[in-house]
């Protein structure tokens, strides 16, 4: 879970309450956090309070300004929609942004397509601000920007820079000088030799031209995802204007992070400067978008709802106060509440999530418990015990077990794993490209882990027993969520017959009668695949891995694999 460090006078500032510990610890409850180290009792200049937070979708709390907003808010009930609207673009009005314009080259749409930015003025940057500013880039583009890959932030003087901004591509053989270094470097170089971008390398990996971004007069003013540059690019106390921009490879992250960052500086008193964006190729948005921009979506509940979910009888002006102390604003209409998220929000993904604001809004505390008033006895389900039978056999077979991800990357499901884009399952409003599907099989994980095992002793021998969801057009939702078995082996004498003797061990063991038809899989070498059928119904297949599945996962030697739906396989 992140962990931040706030500057404790700055922090009060912020939040307008001095606090006592224990008070303290009692208000991080609001925001699903708690106190992970209180500063030394000698260190009064720069008092430091550590804190945990517990709750990854809310990547705003993870500054001390984004942590202090919501404590005020929730103590005062004081919305922040109307000062940030000041400076918010939206689909229906864009602000002014002057002659604050970048335009983004066509060559980057394949490498790191899309960027947004804004100014902040209004007074110099204080040693404190400076630290939560490297603090905030940091736990951002780590946690939130997977280690840069999904999006990346620099900060930049404002003063030393000639405005129209380009971001575009540039030869290996480019130089300037980059941060932390007395000398110029080549991309190349840096990528090799920089710390930061030997660090950061693997993110541009087979790309023959590199992002750099420069202003009006040619001047480089960063080596985007990897390093600033050493003068427009080292901000330093005392600063007044400066730049903020990201770059990445999801759009919505991008405007995301970017309303964090903006609406934290706005907290902290600085004014917030619009930038028009202009890209050369569609982004979502369209070719131009002025940042920062409000892109969220309403999500809707009713009062119903809410009581039947949190046992409670609560009011409709309960509910909006409640929501209110969440930053949320709201409209309601006959029994329905509409919430329109805080511009720094992205995680109302259903009702449920405005229930949970509800709740923290008024505080778990205030709920009075229950004592449950149906006896049961508990056993483990059924599928669970064949879960442990099924386990215990692969192991026997010496198989270890994996436990992966059920969310995953439409890409590997369709470019790498040749899967038919009819079965995929994708996600309506994701976070993340890295995660835009629902597994639909476990085969994608078991090759995702081999990819990145290629250096260990064969044979490798891994597989997992677990949830996946399927199209199903006879269901009320058009899928359904099941169990399935999957392995995956790689040797360099792995075969069909390997394959087949594995499955029938397994099936045997589960007491289980089947037989094998031919099966026409993309992913396997046609001809060394099959079908299982039990009572005349496919329940799964196995068979050798395609030369071109191979390839795409990068697996050095031949392997074979199997899935099973076992829900379709085992009566239970």
């Keep these: 879970m992140p962990k931040i460090e706030v500057n404790e006078k700055k922090f009060y500032e912020l939040i307008e309450t001095q606090y006592s510990y224990s008070e303290l610890e009692h208000q991080l409850t609001y925001a699903k956090a708690e106190l992970d180290g209180l500063p030394a009792q000698n260190d009064d200049k720069n008092r430091t309070i550590k804190i945990e937070l517990n709750d990854t979708n809310r990547p705003d709390l993870w500054s001390t300004a984004g942590l202090a907003r919501l404590l005020r808010i929730h103590k005062t009930g004081k919305l ?105 470097m080549d ?175 008024i505080g778990v505390e205030n709920f009075e418990p229950e004592t449950p008033k149906d006896f049961s006895i508990g056993r483990l389900l059924p599928i669970t015990m064949l879960g442990r039978k099924l386990k215990s056999i692969l192991v026997g077979l010496g198989f270890q077990e994996m436990i992966m991800n059920y969310l995953g990357s439409k890409a590997d499901l369709i470019e790498k794993m040749l899967f038919d884009p009819k079965e995929v399952i994708e996600i309506a409003n994701p976070m993340s490209e890295n995660y835009n599907v629902v597994r639909s099989s476990i085969l994608p994980s078991l090759c995702m882990a081999e990819a990145a095992s290629g250096t260990a002793v064969y044979p490798h021998k891994i597989f997992e027993f677990g949830k996946v969801v399927r199209i199903a057009e006879d269901t009320n939702t058009g899928t359904e969520t099941g169990d399935s078995l999957a392995f995956l082996l790689v040797s360099q004498d792995a075969n069909y017959n390997e394959a087949a003797s594995i499955v029938s061990t397994i099936l045997y063991f589960l007491g289980v009668e089947y037989s094998v038809t031919e099966s026409k899989k993309p992913f396997y070498i046609e001809g060394r695949q099959a079908a299982i059928m039990v009572n005349g119904l496919e329940v799964g297949h196995f068979g050798e891995f395609s030369p071109q599945l191979l390839q795409n996962w990068q697996m050095q030697n031949p392997a074979i694999a199997c899935e099973i739906n076992i829900n379709r396989c085992c009566s239970l």
């Design 80 to 184: 922040t929609t109307t000062t940030y609207d000041e400076f918010m673009s939206t689909r229906l009005k864009s602000r002014d942004s002057g002659t604050r314009v970048v335009k983004v080259d066509a060559s980057l749409k394949d490498i790191r397509p899309f960027m947004t930015a804004f100014v902040i003025s209004g007074k110099p940057i204080s040693d404190e601000m400076l630290v939560d500013i490297i603090q905030t880039q940091e736990k951002l583009c780590s946690h939130f920007g997977r280690k840069r890959k999904s999006f990346s932030m620099g900060v930049y003087r404002v003063h030393s820079i000639s405005w129209p901004i380009s971001y575009t591509t540039a030869d290996p053989t480019t130089t300037f000088i980059p941060l932390g270094v007395n000398e110029p």
């Design 187 to 361: 991309l190349a170089r840096i990528l090799k030799e920089h710390p930061k971008g030997i660090e950061y390398a693997s993110i541009l990996e087979g790309f023959s031209r590199y992002p750099i971004l420069k202003d009006a007069t040619g001047k480089i003013l960063s080596f985007p995802p990897i390093i600033n540059s050493a003068d427009i690019g080292a901000v330093q106390v005392g600063d007044s204007d400066l730049l903020v921009e990201l770059t990445g490879v999801d759009m919505d992250s991008l405007l995301l992070a970017t309303n964090i960052v903006a609406c934290d500086f706005a907290d902290a008193g600085y004014k917030i400067l619009p930038v028009s964006i202009v890209h050369e190729y569609d982004t979502g948005y369209g070719t131009m978008i002025t940042t920062p921009y409000y892109f969220q979506t309403p999500t809707r509940t009713t009062l119903d709802d809410i009581n039947h979910l949190l046992g409670a009888q609560l009011t409709l002006t309960e509910v909006q106060d409640a929501l209110r102390k969440m930053d949320c604003k709201i409209e309601t209409s006959n029994n329905i509440i509409t919430v329109y998220p805080s511009a720094y929000r992205n995680d109302f993904l259903h009702e449920v999530d405005i229930i949970e604001d509800v709740m923290m809004g």
